[in-house]
């Protein structure tokens, strides 16, 4: 299962496999019934989640709704440490996660928004360098795993930042490595040499520790959130959180 899943994620563009993984994962969802985890995002229990990455990690995606350990964290997030569930918000969702959509729909408080160049389950079709709404527009604007993918990642961030209304937030989530400044070469074009040197085929940097940093020179406030490390061992275990990972709270700058 694990190369498998390995194979077609490297291989098969996203947009294909928002179209039709969730058909699939739900059949074999019936293989992995049990009660040893949970999804918060869906409620859903099973003996284990399925192995997921290029380098498959064990116990990580939700067979059922398709979310991953950032994104059960993510949602745990929002309920515990903002008001996103009670109050009445205008959000725009870049490159939406399938996990979320539906839920964040149904939400009556919410006005929400979904919007990708080239994603299928997105209502506008949008380039994240030139967001298409007015200044302050958005009381939330969430951005996940989209920054490693752009030409310009400080031009799509002051974006984001213009808008987001005054007293507006956002999460903007990519995977950081242990180095401690970001590397990025614009020459490097080719496929492989990009995986090579970025993690992954269609990635044009690899973010390091100065990543929050780096995306606040575009006039946003990104800021450093440890919330998975207030989470007891039993919470960690039962939704499979991952430990380490840091979520990138932004507010509106300059």
């Not at 490159?95 to 979320?100: N, R, V, Y």
């Not at 964040?104 to 030139?130: C, F, G, Q, R, W």
């Not at 903007?172 to 242990?178: E, G, K, M, R, T």
């Not at 020459?187 to 520790?209: I, N």
Request: with cysteine.
């Amino acid at each position: 299962m694990k190369s498998i899943i390995s194979f077609v994620i490297r291989y098969i563009p996203r947009k294909y496999l928002q179209l039709v993984s969730h058909f699939f994962l739900k059949v074999l969802s019936v293989f992995y019934k049990g009660n040893n985890v949970a999804c918060n995002v869906c409620g859903s229990s099973f003996r284990k989640f399925l192995p997921y990455g290029r380098k498959a990690r064990e116990n990580a995606l939700c067979p059922n709704c398709l979310a991953l350990e950032r994104h059960r964290l993510m949602w745990l997030f929002l309920l515990k440490e903002t008001d996103f569930f009670k109050k009445k918000f205008k959000v725009l969702h870049i490159a939406p996660e399938l996990c979320f959509i539906d839920r964040m729909e149904a939400l009556p408080n919410l006005e929400y928004i979904t919007a990708d160049l080239e994603s299928p389950l997105a209502k506008v079709k949008m380039d994240v360098h030139d967001i298409p709404f007015d200044d302050e527009s958005f009381d939330v604007v969430f951005c996940n795993h989209v920054m490693e993918h752009v030409e310009d990642d400080i031009r799509a961030c002051s974006e984001i930042n213009r808008v987001l209304k005054k007293d507006g937030w956002g999460i903007i989530q990519s995977p950081v490595y242990d180095l401690e400044k970001t590397i990025e070469d614009k020459s490097v074009t080719d496929p492989a040499e990009r995986e090579r040197l970025f993690g992954q085929r269609d990635h044009v940097r690899k973010y390091g520790k100065d990543y929050a940093a780096r995306l606040s020179n575009s006039g946003l406030n990104v800021t450093e959130n440890l919330f998975v490390k207030s989470l007891d061992e039993d919470l960690l275990k039962r939704h499979a959180l991952p430990q380490n990972e840091i979520i990138f709270y932004c507010s509106k700058g300059n």
